[in-house]
């Protein structure tokens, strides 16, 4: 199985290339699923990776549900333009209507702007597909919008538990759209998905580091949470993923 780490910075993507992975979605603000990364951020992750894997960035304006407005379109086919010329490999993206099928129309309009900006741009659909009514039913329309993969759970909080609808998603793909399935994805899942017969796991291997003081300040509602802590990616997690995905 391939093995796709979801990763936040230069220093991530360039962690995952050396520990094996073959593909990152590169994104920002992984606390709240993941939005659009910035230009910079894709830059810098193209020099930290070197050539030695795929750069796949997200393409989400904004956090929350997958039914966007026309600005919410108009800016993600800016944003699929601009890191597509960048030189990501594909883009990540996907829309639902409000009763959480896929929004054909939406979802065109990007596929048609990844298209534009480069004919051999791979497109994956992101894990709405587990906010949508029927995953199964999906991957039809997937695959008449022309798209190489879908990221999924397998409709469940966790691909762990989605596993029987993975396999399911895997005999109806027919190889003809490759199943990833991530989404709470814990290294003793992958043997489980072996099985299952997906394309790819793909899973965030994080670690939070912290410099908390006594009297730190949050900048923003936080809620009580350590106002200093991020995220990384820990290499030890993604050299364990890529031992286990082999």
Do not use: W
Not at 193 to 220: C, R
């Amino acid at each position: 199985m391939k093995l796709e780490i979801a990763v936040v910075s230069a220093l991530g993507a360039g962690v995952a290339a050396s520990e094996g992975a073959d593909r990152v979605e590169l994104c920002s603000s992984l606390e709240l699923g993941g939005v659009t990364p910035s230009q910079g951020l894709m830059e810098a992750s193209v020099e930290h990776v070197d050539g030695r894997l795929e750069i796949h960035p997200l393409i989400r304006c904004r956090p929350g549900d997958f039914h966007y407005s026309a600005s919410d379109l108009d800016t993600m086919a800016r944003e699929i333009r601009g890191l597509l010329a960048q030189g990501a490999h594909g883009v990540v993206l996907g829309a639902l209507t409000a009763g959480g099928e896929v929004d054909v129309h939406a979802t065109g309009l990007l596929v048609d702007a990844a298209r534009e900006a480069n004919p051999e741009a791979q497109l994956t659909f992101h894990r709405a597909i587990d906010q949508g009514s029927d995953p199964l039913a999906a991957l039809e329309q997937l695959l008449e919008l022309g798209f190489t993969r879908v990221l999924t759970s397998g409709h469940a909080a966790t691909a762990g538990a989605g596993v029987e609808t993975l396999a399911r998603m895997v005999q109806r793909a027919g190889g003809d759209l490759e199943i990833m399935a991530g989404g709470g994805l814990a290294l003793a899942d992958i043997p489980a998905m072996h099985q299952a017969g997906v394309d790819a796991v793909h899973l965030s291997a994080k670690k939070m580091v912290s410099t908390l003081t006594a009297g730190a300040i949050a900048l923003g509602g936080q809620d009580g949470a350590d106002p200093t802590a991020y995220m990384v990616t820990d290499r030890e997690t993604v050299r364990a993923a890529r031992a286990a995905s082999r």
